[in-house]
C-alpha cells in the first residue's frame, strides 16, 4: 500500500479563498490521504462553511478533520500542532488560498520522496502576482547547491533570501521526530529558520523540477514585510552570531555588521 500522505489546508483570515484551494486538492489522483482543515484563530471564523468544505473532500477522501485554533497561534505554532494532529508520513501543505499546480502533485511528490527516502523535498512553485503575472520559483541552480554546495547555500540564504519555502518544500514525519518541530522562539517564519537549522546538521535535501503549488502572492512573508518577519529574523541572525560554528568567515562578518547596525549586544 502507498504511504498516508497528510495534506494540510491552512487558513487564517482567508476563508473566502478556499474554493479553488479545496476543489485542486479533491481532484488528487493519489487516495491514500488524510486531509486536515486547519484554521488558526481567523477572526471570520465560519464553521458550517468548514464542514460543508469538509463534507466535500470525504466524497474522496475518508481521514477528512478539522482543527480550528480559538486564538491566533501564529504560524510556528499553528504549524506544530498541525504535525500533531497528523498522521501521514509525508506532510504536504497547501495554504488557502494556494492550489496545486496539477491532479498529479501529490502524487508526484509521494513517489519521489519515498523512492528515495528523503526526508525534505524542494520542489517549485508558481507565484501568481495580483496583476495576473506568474513567476517560476525558485531558480533552477538551487537544485545543484543543495546537491553540491549546501555550505555555500546556507551563507547565501543567510546572507540574501530564502530559498526554501515552506508552500513548496515538503517534510516526512521522520525530520520532525528526528530534529524536533520548529522553533517557537519565531512567530511567523518556520521554514527559512527550520531549514537553515537542517543544512546545518548535515541533512540532505532533496530537489525535483516538479511545479508543485500556484501561490498567491500576498501573505505574511511577500510584498510588504511583516513587522513580526523583520524581528522573527533579527532573533534568528542573532541566534547565528551566538553559534556560528560552521559558517564562512563572509556570513559571520554580515551578522556582525547587521548586529551593529541595529545596535544589538550580541
Known amino acids: 500500500m502507498k504511504p498516508l500522505v497528510s495534506v494540510w489546508i491552512l487558513i487564517y483570515n482567508n476563508a473566502s479563498e478556499l474554493k479553488e484551494t479545496v476543489a485542486s486538492v479533491k481532484q488528487q489522483d493519489y487516495e491514500n490521504m488524510e486531509v486536515i482543515l486547519s484554521d488558526d484563530g481567523s477572526k471570520d471564523y465560519d464553521a458550517a462553511l468548514l464542514e460543508a468544505y469538509a463534507s466535500e473532500l470525504k466524497e474522496r477522501f475518508t481521514a477528512v478533520r478539522i482543527n480550528h485554533n480559538e486564538e491566533n497561534l501564529g504560524t510556528v505554532r499553528h504549524i506544530n500542532k498541525v504535525i500533531g494532529l497528523s498522521a501521514g508520513k509525508y506532510f504536504i501543505s497547501c495554504c488557502a488560498g494556494d492550489r496545486f499546480h ?15 527516502q528523503e526526508k525534505v523535498l524542494a520542489c517549485r512553485r508558481v507565484d501568481v502576482c495580483p496583476d495576473g503575472k506568474r513567476k517560476l520559483r525558485p531558480p533552477l541552480w538551487l537544485g545543484a547547491a543543495l546537491r553540491w554546495s ?17 508552500c513548496c518544500t515538503f517534510c516526512s514525519r521522520a525530520v520532525f521526530e528526528e530534529y524536533g518541530l520548529h522553533d517557537t522562539a519565531y512567530r511567523l517564519v518556520e521554514d527559512y529558520t527550520y531549514f537553515i537549522k537542517l543544512l546545518r546538521s548535515g541533512v540532505r535535501i532533496g530537489y525535483s523540477r516538479l511545479v508543485a503549488v500556484e501561490h498567491g502572492i500576498g501573505g505574511v512573508s511577500t510584498g510588504k514585510v511583516h513587522p513580526q518577519v523583520l524581528k522573527d529574523i533579527e532573533t534568528f541572525r542573532e541566534e547565528l552570531l551566538r553559534a556560528p560554528e560552521g559558517l564562512d568567515a563572509k556570513t559571520v562578518a554580515f551578522l556582525r555588521q547587521d548586529a551593529q547596525a541595529r545596535g544589538s549586544k550580541v
Open 102 to 116: 496539477t491532479a498529479h502533485t501529490v502524487s508526484a511528490v509521494a513517489e519521489r520522496m519515498e523512492k528515495r
Open 150 to 166: 549546501p555550505k555555500w547555500l546556507i551563507g547565501y540564504m543567510i546572507r540574501k533570501r530564502n530559498l526554501l519555502s515552506g
